[in-house]
């Protein structure tokens, strides 16, 4: 199990006006997608990824959901479904929790990248997410819609506790927002396949982290 990072509020009861978030990362893809760049091509779970949504279901049984979300495609909706199940939500999904677009590298290697654009996948990691793919985005712009998108959701079930399924980068976005910290630290956050990061969202305090927890083999560090 990866390292678990987290401030103790768990045995705390939340206000009423409080919002539970419990945001998952799609659990692992299949062997041909790994080390690929994918972005928001529609790609399915590895045997691995299925187990890790099942531990989604298992880590939330006993909490009682007000909603289950998802960005929509397969690998999250995978899990979303599995936390639906025994529960009367419908599915519901979230365009704007859509992985960062990739666009015309999606569906290729870093390697292949660099062969088509020398040292163009090391210029992007470098610059923090501030280069754009060609046809796709940057991280600002991205956490521009997925703050706008969390902090909507949060609002709406205020009161209660909800269940996302969504990607990597959104959720290195959410805990930049969680630990007050600027949009430019997402690289550094480490988030495996198939964690789990919980945050508490108050009205006039904004969000806040407050733990995570990994599947098996699945790492998180918060640099």
Same mark, same amino acid.
């Given at each position: 199990?990866?390292?678990?990072?987290?401030?103790? #509020?768990?045995? %705390?009861?939340?206000?009423?006006?409080?919002? /539970?978030?419990? $945001?998952?990362?799609?659990?692992?893809?299949?062997?041909?997608?790994?080390?690929?760049?994918?972005?928001? $091509? +529609? %790609?399915? @779970? &590895?045997?691995?990824?299925?187990?890790?949504? #099942?531990?989604? *279901?298992?880590?939330?049984?006993?909490?009682?959901?007000?909603?289950?979300?998802?960005?929509?495609?397969?690998? *999250?909706?995978?899990?979303?479904?599995?936390?639906?199940?025994? #529960?009367?939500?419908?599915? /519901?999904?979230?365009? +704007?929790?859509?992985?960062? +677009?990739?666009?015309?590298?999606?569906? $290729?290697?870093?390697?292949?990248?660099?062969?088509?654009?020398?040292?163009?996948?090391?210029?992007?990691?470098?610059?923090?997410?501030?280069?754009?793919?060609?046809?796709?985005?940057?991280?600002?712009?991205?956490?521009?819609?997925?703050?706008?998108? @969390?902090?909507? @959701?949060?609002?709406?079930?205020?009161? &209660?506790?909800?269940?996302?399924?969504?990607?990597?980068?959104?959720?290195?976005?959410? @805990?930049?927002?969680?630990? &007050?910290?600027?949009?430019?630290?997402?690289?550094?956050?480490? %988030?495996?396949?198939?964690? #789990?990061?919980?945050?508490?969202?108050?009205?006039?305090?904004?969000?806040?982290?407050?733990?995570?927890?990994?599947?098996?083999?699945?790492? %998180?560090? $918060?640099?």
């Amino acid at each position: 199990m990866g390292e678990l990072v987290g401030v103790p #509020r768990y045995g %705390v009861a939340m206000p009423n006006s409080a919002t /539970r978030i419990h $945001l998952f990362r799609h659990g692992q893809v299949t062997q041909a997608w790994q080390g690929m760049i994918y972005g928001r $091509l +529609d %790609v399915p @779970l &590895s045997e691995t990824g299925l187990e890790q949504a #099942r531990w989604a *279901a298992s880590s939330l049984e006993d909490v009682a959901l007000g909603a289950v979300i998802s960005s929509g495609l397969q690998r *999250a909706e995978t899990s979303a479904a599995q936390l639906r199940q025994g #529960r009367d939500l419908p599915r /519901r999904d979230e365009p +704007d929790l859509l992985e960062i +677009d990739r666009g015309s590298w999606a569906g $290729l290697s870093p390697q292949q990248v660099n062969r088509n654009n020398p040292g163009g996948f090391e210029a992007w990691k470098a610059s923090g997410g501030l280069l754009t793919p060609p046809g796709g985005e940057t991280v600002q712009v991205m956490a521009m819609r997925v703050s706008t998108c @969390l902090l909507s @959701l949060a609002e709406e079930y205020a009161g &209660s506790t909800i269940a996302i399924v969504a990607h990597m980068w959104v959720l290195r976005i959410a @805990l930049c927002m969680g630990l &007050s910290r600027p949009w430019q630290d997402t690289p550094r956050m480490q %988030v495996g396949p198939g964690v #789990r990061t919980d945050f508490e969202w108050t009205p006039g305090v904004g969000l806040r982290f407050l733990g995570v927890e990994a599947p098996e083999g699945s790492e %998180v560090k $918060l640099g």
